[in-house]
């Protein structure tokens, strides 16, 4: 059983390495967005880079992954026994955002994980969802940053579980782990907010500035 709880964490891993915006990219005659704008793979700079719709492509594969690795991979093969299904699906979920920022597919070098994040959410708590999206759409008008945007929703997902679910809850693990990996992957955003030097959606901003 612990085979069949590796070979699901594995696929997932695999199905997270299939980034959005390179695989659309094929399409686009082999842009590569990874060499433009930020130099990410996500769906930020795609939008950037590349225009709405290209970056909605990439969203839709990249949340739709999480959707698979945590909805679908923990029900392959036979039913959980191991970890049951909301651990189980935790796991192939933090798998598949792993595989997303370090795709094997792509020589390592992938996305930051917060759209994948996502898809995941919604197959582990819609209502964590609803929150993380309040969250991002609140702080983006108020402050016009993305990145930051992105790491207090994701910082409102453990936050909810400990409050709704206690501290023993797989969602509560899981959005633990996955804040602190998406505060790593945004690394070099917090050093340019520190800074000052951040990109910001301006044109977004309830209150611009001046």
Not at 154 to 169: C, E, K, L, R, T
């Amino acid at each position: 059983m612990l085979a069949l709880l590796l070979l699901r964490i594995f696929i997932a891993y695999l199905l997270g390495s299939l980034i959005g915006s390179l695989v659309v990219g094929k399409f686009y005659g082999g842009v590569d967005i990874r060499t433009q704008g930020s130099g990410n793979a996500g769906s930020t700079n795609a939008l950037r880079t590349q225009g709405k719709v290209f970056a909605l492509w990439v969203m839709l594969i990249d949340v739709g992954k999480g959707l698979l690795a945590a909805g679908l991979v923990p029900r392959l093969l036979a039913a959980p026994q191991v970890l049951g299904l909301e651990w189980t699906a935790a796991a192939c979920g933090a798998a598949c955002i792993i595989g997303h920022v370090f795709p094997v597919f792509f020589r390592f070098h992938g996305g930051k994980g917060f759209a994948t994040f996502l898809g995941v959410l919604l197959m582990l708590s819609w209502q964590a969802l609803v929150v993380a999206l309040i969250v991002w759409v609140l702080v983006l008008v108020l402050s016009g940053y993305v990145s930051l945007s992105t790491l207090l929703a994701a910082w409102s997902v453990p936050v909810f579980a400990v409050i709704v679910h206690g501290d023993s809850s797989s969602l509560f693990w899981f959005g633990l782990v996955m804040a602190l990996f998406i505060v790593y992957t945004h690394r070099s955003n917090i050093r340019r907010l520190a800074t000052g030097k951040e990109n910001r959606f301006t044109r977004v901003m309830l209150l611009r500035p001046r």
